[in-house]
């Protein structure tokens, strides 16, 4: 895998990938007890990336659902230290704990080994605030890092807010259709694994991952882990708060994300692109799209899409698939290369 | 309280080992970084403290001092960097001036309450707008509430010797807080003068390895640090940072004294120098290096048989309230030279002389006539005859003259 | 100092959030046709609120400015002459954002007052969930299906109004049948919810609950430490890691319990909760592997036994679970412990079978309670058997 790579950092450690569910271990490093939403897909992608990553890992968390819902003081849900960072300090977080690792190991003052460094951000934290230190991380190849974006498509944690990654046209507090304006959020959601990957051509893996798809996600965060350098993973957690829907269906709509073509599930590893599940079925034809309708209708904060904007939504969609140079991914116009 | 005494062959050693330079403030406070043997420093342009970021990367460049030396995207990453450096068990150094200081407020901010003991050089400069690189002292007073300990030098020696006493006093498992080297733009950043490098064996034997201890972000340590806390626990967290600042002043002495006993160099008060104090009427005090034309003026007029002293002020935070009031007590009246300004403060006057003004209140007995000059903003210069017309004024304060209590120097009427 | 009426609506975050918002105005408008003053709130302990997780909101109303004022000098009633419970099973008693360890469904209830619970339940059923007290209260039932709805599309099946109606017959000093009336002609416009607040007015009957009646269950509480025995750097011990544990009936000791979090346990947030038939499944691992709250302690013979001390009923078991009728979320006021399923189906599994086929065709949520939007147009369908559920009474 370390072929065609645009730096050449050693792979840290090799973290196999869990072959089958049957597989995964029993340990929890994120446990109960957190005050998250009944069916919070946020909550379930922490317990996730803990497990995958295990024991010997450190994890810092910015502002955000993940930080007040996960952590009340004096009660915790974390088996592996956990800090507090800054709502955009992801990046500089993950930065200042990696660097103390490595000189510390180098000095002789810390025990050498690998220790995974991963900082989490929400969508708020990440695609907002936190984009300039997360850019300036991942040009840093000489550290060791993973940055794992939560994606609930808003300011949860503050009840429901807009953030660069909300979708077109959603209602949240910031955004509630009133008497004369039905759209109040024209903006369409930011493009972020793609942004880092073709940003930063330092970064050996970047890929979107959806906790619908929990072993996929898990050997995600294991491969970001080993390969070296700074990393980044974008996942997409439905949340029945923000998103207005019954808990029970935060799976199903996890999996509706990814089967109307809205978030397509891929690897960018040593800048090779490699689609995934269902993502991979839709490009080589084996699945058709299902209707984004399927997917709005199911949740709360889209009921007041009438007709115009659910085909407007479909549009779009379509467009990121037939029209893109890199469906689904890099938003670059085919026909722009043909003439 | 464990003293460090050396034997007699070795402190001649490290005399002979200590060296003479000619360097700046800055360059001073990356060679102390250097023999405190520093683990991660974050850099970010702005003037006056960046040339310290200068001389920190040639030293990494030419292989004199092993650290992850990481240029930032920003003041606010910047301190955030070494904020968890130093929280996963690094010896951490970072700085800014001005605006810059203020573009970290936040990381500035969270720092006290997680224990974390960054060292940093303030290279103090007017705040913006307009844009202006001369020194005031607003930009690193804007943390004295969060819990920062801020200290100002007047000169390269004392700025490397500071930057020492800051790592022993900020790691103190009792403090574990922030503290910021304040250090005058251009005077004291971009002049060169003569300093004593002290030993490297010695700054080692002075400065033992930061050990962060159950605080230590490590998967050998599995702790929560900083989850949500609702007001069941607000007033129990800012209570413990008090408890930091109640025995600062303790610590801080302690530190001192080991210093004069490692290196013989004395400094007397830790928290205020006092300059031809003896005998005299009335004083002037002040913070940096506005001391110069102040100690050539008050020689001046003491030929001319005014009986006028100086107390710099070396430690704003802490504030050594009760010692301060009892140094200023002997006076008939007091003079603050205020390099900083503070609208809309009580009788208008400057930061500093708003502190002495209370420490004087809660503490002395006799309370002398505290008139605040503000003078020097954005770089301008505090000259000799400007002192001297002060130093008038407080006179006339000490003679019961009703002086205004706030006064402009070196404004343009 | 005149008179005050202290009022506190306990629901279910986000799931009742704008309900009970709307009951605690309601209540000062329909008193300010009485000419009374009053203030609204939400506790803001519980803010950001989480779906499930339980809330309070706040009336506090007066017949002068100086006796409200005397009612707003605290952060929130501690004594209050009324309490609305929104969701029944809110009734075994509430683990909030805003204090730690559960507290009683009418913890801040005065004695000899009243508390209204929306239920289908009788009392005895609903006592064997409510706490017992020393001093004694009256209970009253208001008939109806748990309003559910979320944060942007509301489910406008009369609650308010019928809790308006109610508490004009259990508080006639706070406002009369006539002002909450008044209010609905002018505010709400809506003859139809004229009807359901009268017919809520006309049928409140209350039962009198002695001291020392209801379930007899310790609540778990916590003692917060001084400034001086806390850790410092505002740092706290993180969670150890689980084990295995013992079968009840072989001794054997295998499987995988998480370690749990003993200051906040979860289940008061739960108004389903899932059982399971061990003898179908497949110990396929999903209800495990997707659960976000850990909350599956993974039995010595490895099947996946939800730990209801943790669980907090969001129902995706349910929903990853392959098999048909392995996993089903049933109506949570059906339940008065969180002992083990698994323990009960290793003890007796004919037993355990019987009493889990039972329980589910009894319990089976569906027209017991709908837990949020599934999709557009689903509340218009829900509004009118809930409404025929309340003329039924």
């Known amino acids: ?339 | 309280m464990a003293t460090l005494t050396l034997p007699v062959e070795e402190k001649k050693k490290s005399k002979i080992n200590e060296q003479e330079a000619l360097i700046t403030g800055a360059e001073a406070i990356a060679i102390a970084c250097k023999l405190a043997n520093v683990d991660v420093v974050t850099a970010y342009p702005i003037r006056p403290y960046d040339t310290v970021m200068q001389y920190i990367s040639q030293l990494v460049a030419d292989g004199e001092m092993d650290c992850e030396y990481i240029v930032a995207e920003g003041e606010h990453s910047q301190f955030e960097i070494v904020k968890h450096a130093s929280v996963c068990g690094a010896r951490v150094f970072c700085g800014s001036s001005g605006v810059g200081w203020m573009y970290a407020m936040e990381a500035l901010t969270v720092s006290p309450a997680l224990r974390v003991p960054m060292v940093c050089m303030v290279g103090n400069r007017a705040l913006d707008d307009p844009g202006a690189f001369g020194v005031e002292h607003n930009d690193a007073l804007a943390v004295r509430d969060l819990g920062w300990l801020l200290t100002w030098v007047d000169s390269a020696q004392e700025a490397l010797d500071t930057a020492l006493i800051a790592y022993r006093v900020a790691e103190d498992r009792r403090i574990f807080v922030p503290l910021a080297i304040s250090c005058d733009g251009a005077f004291l950043t971009h002049s060169q003068a003569l300093v004593k490098i002290p030993a490297a064996e010695l700054v080692k034997k002075f400065l033992p390895a930061y050990n962060r201890g159950d605080l230590l972000l490590h998967p050998d340590n599995v702790i929560s640090v900083a989850p949500q806390a609702n007001e069941d626990w607000v007033m129990e967290i800012r209570r413990q940072n008090y408890k930091v600042t109640e025995v600062a002043c303790d610590v801080i002495r302690e530190v001192y004294a080991e210093f004069e006993h490692t290196f013989g160099r004395k400094y007397g008060n830790p928290f205020f120098e006092e300059y031809m104090t003896e005998g005299a009427d009335v004083v002037l005090l002040g913070m940096g290096t506005m001391s110069t034309p102040v100690k050539v003026a008050v020689r001046k007029l003491r030929e001319e048989g005014k009986k006028v002293g100086f107390v710099r002020l070396r430690w704003f935070r802490p504030f050594a309230g009760p010692e301060i009031a009892k140094c200023l007590e002997r006076f008939k009246a007091v003079g603050v030279i205020d390099r900083d300004f503070s609208f809309g403060s009580p009788d208008l006057s400057g930061v500093v002389a708003t502190e002495v003004r209370s420490a004087m209140y809660s503490s002395s007995s006799t309370r002398p006539p505290v008139i605040g000059f503000i003078g020097g903003l954005g770089g301008r210069e505090i000259t000799v005859p400007d002192v001297e017309t002060m130093t008038d004024i407080v006179f006339r304060a000490a003679k019961g003259k009703a002086q205004p209590l706030t006064q402009w120097f070196g404004l343009r009427e | 100092m005149g008179q005050l009426f202290a009022v506190e609506v306990v629901y279910r975050g986000v799931f009742q959030k704008t309900l009970a918002k709307n009951i605690t105005r309601d209540i000062v408008l329909a008193a300010h046709n009485e000419g009374k003053l009053g203030i609204s709130f939400g506790r803001y302990g519980d803010a950001p609120e989480r779906n499930g997780i339980p809330a309070k909101s706040f009336a506090i109303v007066a017949n002068d400015e100086q006796t409200l004022e005397e009612g707003m000098a605290q952060y929130e009633p501690k004594h209050v002459d009324l309490t609305v419970v929104l969701d029944d099973t809110l009734s075994k008693g509430a683990e909030s954002w805003a204090w730690y360890g559960l507290q009683p469904v009418h913890h801040a209830l005065k004695p000899g007052a009243t508390l209204i619970v929306i239920s289908q339940e009788d009392a005895p059923a609903l006592l064997k969930n409510i706490h017992r007290r020393d001093k004694a209260y009256k209970l009253a039932i208001l008939k109806g299906i748990t309003s559910f709805s979320g944060m942007w599309v509301f489910k406008d099946d009369h609650t308010d109004v019928r809790v308006l109606g109610a508490i004009a017959s259990a508080l006639p000093q706070l406002f009369s049948l006539n002002s909450v009336l008044q209010f609905i002609n002018e505010k709400l416009k809506s003859e139809l919810k004229v009807i359901s607040a009268r017919n809520a007015f006309d049928r409140f009957s209350t039962v009198d609950v002695p001291a020392g009646q209801g379930n007899p269950e310790e609540l778990f509480k916590f003692e917060l430490p001084g400034w001086d025995h806390m850790r410092d750097g505002v740092s706290i011990k993180g969670q150890p890691q689980g084990g295995p544990y013992a079968d009840p009936v072989t001794g054997e000791v295998g499987g995988f319990r998480p370690a749990r979090n003993e200051l906040f346990k979860k289940y008061s947030t739960r108004s389903m909760r899932p059982v399971v038939n061990f003898s179908t499944c497949t110990k396929c691992t999903l209800c495990g592997l997707n659960c976000p709250d850990a909350s599956f302690d993974i039995t010595p013979d490895g099947h996946y036994d939800a730990n209801l001390e943790s669980c907090c009923g969001c129902g995706i078991c349910e929903e990853v679970c392959p098999v048909k009728e392995c996993v089903t979320m049933v109506n949570e006021s059906e339940f008065h412990d969180n002992k083990s399923q698994w323990e009960a189906f290793r003890k007796d599994k004919d037993a355990y079978l019987n009493w889990l086929e039972t329980t589910i065709a009894k319990a089976s949520p569906i027209e017991k309670r709908s837990h949020g939007f599934r999709y557009r147009g689903q509340y218009q369908e829900q509004v009118p058997e809930a409404l025929e559920v309340a003329r039924k009474g």
Not at chain 1, 59 to 80: E, I, Q, R
Not at chain 1, 128 to 148: E, F, K, Q, R, V
Not at chain 1, 250 to 279: D, R
Request: aromatic share 10%; net charge positive; charged share 20%.
């Open chain 1, 1 to 339: 895998m370390t072929t065609s790579t645009f730096v050449d950092e050693k792979p840290t450690q090799n973290l196999e990938p869990f072959k089958g569910v049957k597989k995964v271990p029993h340990e929890e490093y994120y446990t109960s007890g957190h005050r998250t939403c009944q069916g919070c897909e946020s909550a379930q992608i922490m317990k996730l990336m803990a497990k995958a990553a295990g024991p010997r890992t450190i994890v810092l968390g910015s502002t955000g659902c993940m930080y007040v819902a996960n952590t009340s003081y004096y009660s915790t849900p974390w088996g592996v230290p956990w800090m507090h960072t800054q709502l955009g300090s992801s990046g500089s977080a993950a930065l200042g704990a990696a660097a103390a690792f490595r000189v510390q190991m180098r000095k002789g003052a810390m025990k050498d080994e690998p220790i995974n460094v991963i900082a989490f951000c929400g969508d708020g934290g990440g695609a907002d605030m936190g984009l300039g230190a997360i850019s300036a991380t991942m040009c840093h190849p000489d550290y060791n890092l993973l940055i794992l974006m939560y994606d609930n498509e808003s300011y949860a944690n503050t009840d429901i807010q807009i953030s660069g990654a909300s979708p077109y046209g959603v209602n949240t507090s910031f955004s509630t259709p009133g008497k004369v304006k039905r759209i109040m959020n024209h903006r369409w959601k930011k493009n972020m694994a793609p942004l880092i990957a073709v940003g930063h051509p330092t970064v050996k893996y970047v890929s979107t991952i959806s906790t619908s798809y929990p072993l996929q996600a898990m050997n995600s965060v294991r491969k970001a882990l080993s390969v070296g350098g700074p990393t980044f993973i974008h996942c997409l957690n439905p949340c029945p708060k923000g998103w207005d829907f019954d808990p029970v269906l935060s799976f199903q709509l996890g999996e509706l994300a990814v089967n109307t073509g809205i978030f397509p599930l891929y690897e960018i590893e040593n800048g090779k692109l490699k689609m995934y599940g269902k993502s991979k079925d839709i490009v080589n034809g084996r699945f058709k799209r299902l209707p984004v309708r399927d997917y709005l209708l199911k949740q709360g904060r889209f009921a007041h899409f009438i007709e115009e904007d659910i085909e407007y939504f479909q549009s779009k969609i379509d467009e990121t698939w037939d029209k893109w140079l890199v469906p689904g991914i890099i938003p670059l116009q085919k026909d722009v290369e043909a003439e």
